[in-house]
């Protein structure tokens, strides 16, 4: 699969963020169509929901290694206003804090790394 063939298809997206010492902050969910390709500035996914009626834009790392064949079905997560009947790709990410929060004001960092296994998905 290249980063072009991912045009146009739609997406469910699974995140799940750690604190410094590997312990889970929290997890969201996304879903949409992805919009752009760029081998350097990542792949761009147009986000829908049910909860509000804008499509803002949520830009992933260029690595396919966290795409994979989604199963038919129907995906919903009321939490998150995720709604989406037969993606094409589940897409997931373990996003870990890199540094504390600092008093200068300057920025958390993180870094992302794919999920190599492909998700479960329950019945």
Known sequence: MTLEEL??????????????????????????KVIKVDA????TVQLHSTLTQETPEFILP???D????????H???????????NPDF???????RTQETRSDGQHEWWEWAPNLQAPSVGS
């Open 7 to 32: 045009l146009n298809k739609t997406c469910l997206i699974g995140l799940s963020y750690f604190d410094l010492n590997g312990d889970a902050l929290k997890q969201t969910q996304h879903a949409g």
């Open 40 to 43: 350097e500035m990542g792949i």
């Open 62 to 64: 260029p690595n396919l």
């Open 66 to 73: 966290a795409w994979y064949k989604a199963p038919a079905g």
């Open 75 to 85: 995906y919903k997560h009321a939490a998150s206003g995720v709604d989406i009947e």
């Open 90 to 96: 589940l897409v997931t990410w373990d996003i870990h």
